[in-house]
């Protein structure tokens, strides 16, 4: 029968019609069948299906008149453009999608939650840092001002992965971060300080060991000084007594350089000094307070708002209460829930800083002649999602439910603890490239449809919303939030399942599939300035 998902506890057999409603006041409900339920099915306590509703999508369980509410998680997520009678199939080219919330008048830190109770004695075996930073991975970062060199740097990193870095065993990986910014662009324009300030707080993240090493072309508008300015990268313990304190660029373009090998091999000398302070590094453990979680959903269906993301939201928690760092972002996706987010601000401060990020965001997508409907995908519509709206409604339970602290403007370092809203754009490459710039040594990632997304620098745990995407792709999901809609666990369960699952990845006890496949997405910096 329809039901709340928080009071389901039976396991209803796979032959069953089995609907999910996910709040007393919803008039539709998603159909939980794999393959969904041809016309004719009687929904117990419900009414007969009138047409096929492939699984994940909406049924009608009255009869909705034209211009009324359709209702899932107790909100409208469109209005009937026709008469939909009971037992109809509800989909996104039968609804119109409501206005977007105006940001006047909107709730300013009003909730006023009790705080959270200490989540203490949970530890992990992390590399700490100078800068009282820990990373979950030792790995060699190049950094690249310009995507000029990428060739070069790449055929260099094949090298030093073939040639050095089996002399030091307790490297993990060494990573270009290639880029296509760096030339070419208006890189004086007010916008250009958003590429900039993410490429350089990428190079600090915690997981790099404070070892930044520069390739450089050298006539580019990004010069490395311009990048790393003196003082911006903290000098690593290991580094205190050497010679390369200063920023330790290779340029291409230096006369020194005589053919392609003598550039090669001169990446490949100060790469292995590099290499060597690495190596010198060992885990110690730390408390579960030096995670730096960022969270993320890609290719989304409708099950993302009643399984992943839910049991992310309830890991979040865990990770707040034990006093670690947990970002949400995906501006599209959290803006129709914006008078959720600043009611849950700690102060009206954050809360209206929270508006502007969003106010800056409609005014950048109505330059581009498009708002917040641009962002639904062909497949969260195949997966039941009819617009932004309802995907908005299942995309912010990922934050959990504690007090949002912090509010970080794009490419923007953290350097708070608790839950931030960092404003990015909800691609998933550009999503994942701006946390990393914010300082996240540990990745979450909810899928639905499916994807092999994955980061080099950090590791990228993955969850599905289904049990049949988990089926299927065994290898390439961590965890299985199916389980919640199939009746088999609760989302308590799954986000504890998470929680330990994130402590073992962290500490390198365990890998993600993306990290055994080496599935590693490229860095796509988020440049709103023009392009010359």
């Known amino acids: 029968m329809s039901e709340t998902l928080a009071s389901r506890t039976a396991v209803a057999p796979l032959t069953s019609p089995l609907t999910i409603r996910m709040h007393a006041d919803d008039n539709v409900a998603i159909v939980a069948n794999d393959g969904g339920l041809p016309p004719g099915t009687a929904l117990p306590g419900g009414p007969v299906l009138r047409d096929k509703v492939p699984q994940g999508h909406k049924v009608a369980l009255v009869d909705l008149p034209e211009g009324a509410s359709v209702l899932r998680y107790g909100v409208p997520i469109g209005y009937a453009l026709q008469p939909i009678p009971a037992g109809s199939w509800v989909h996104e080219r039968l609804l119109k999608m409501p206005e977007a919330r105006g940001l006047d008048d909107l709730p300013m830190a009003t909730r006023g939650a009790a705080p959270m109770a200490p989540l203490e004695g949970f530890t992990f075996e992390g590399y700490r840092n100078a800068d009282g930073s820990v990373g979950t991975r030792n790995i060699l970062a190049i950094t690249q001002t310009v995507q000029c060199v990428a060739g070069v740097t790449d055929f260099a990193v094949q090298r030093i992965k073939a040639e050095l870095l089996p002399r030091y065993p307790n490297v993990d990986d060494v990573v270009a971060l290639e880029h296509g910014y ?7 324009a007010p916008d250009a300080v958003i590429p900039i300030r993410t490429l ?12 930044v090493m520069v390739v450089s072309l050298g006539c580019e508008k990004l010069q490395p000084e311009r990048l790393l300015p003196p003082g911006s990268i903290p000098i690593s313990d290991t580094r205190a007594d050497a010679e390369t304190e200063g920023l330790d660029v290779v340029c291409l373009q230096d006369e020194a350089h005589v053919g392609f090998m003598s550039m090669v091999e001169s990446i490949l000398r100060q790469a292995e000094q590099h290499l060597k302070r690495l190596n010198a590094r060992r885990r110690e453990t730390v408390p579960a307070s030096e995670l730096v979680v960022g969270v993320q959903c890609g290719g989304s269906d409708a099950f993302s708002g009643v399984t992943a993301n839910p049991a992310v939201g309830f890991c979040t928690d865990l990770l707040v209460r034990a006093g670690a760092s947990v970002m949400f972002s995906e501006t599209t996706e959290v803006r129709d829930g914006i008078a959720q987010l600043t009611a849950r601000a700690t102060t009206p401060e954050v809360a209206q800083a929270m508006v502007r990020e969003m106010a800056w965001y409609d005014d950048y997508l109505k330059r581009g002649s498009v708002d917040r409907s641009a962002n639904t995908t062909p497949g969260n519509k195949k997966g039941g999602l009819s617009n932004i709206v309802e995907k908005a409604m299942g995309s912010i339970v990922k934050s959990g439910s504690a007090p949002i602290g912090n509010v970080l403007s794009p490419g923007e370092k953290l350097r708070n603890k608790g839950l931030t809203y960092a404003a990015t754009p909800a691609s998933d490459f550009i999503c994942g490239t701006l946390q990393l710039a914010a300082g996240m040594n540990l990745h979450v990632f909810t899928t639905g449809r499916g994807t092999p997304y994955g980061l080099a620098a950090v590791p990228v745990i993955k969850v599905a ?18 389980t919640i809609a199939d009746g088999q666990a609760s989302i308590e369960d799954v986000g504890w399942e998470l929680f330990r699952f994130m402590l073992d990845v962290a500490s390198g006890r365990q890998k993600t599939w993306a990290e055994r496949w080496k599935l590693h997405n490229q860095l796509v910096l988020f440049n709103p300035a023009p392009v010359t």
């Open 200 to 211: 350089r707080h990428i190079s600090q993240n915690p997981n790099f060991g404070g070892e």
């Open 182 to 188: 760096g030339c070419g662009v208006a890189i004086d």
């Open 465 to 482: 919303t289904r049990s049949d995407l988990a089926r299927r792709w065994h290898d390439l999901m961590d965890i299985n939030a199916g």
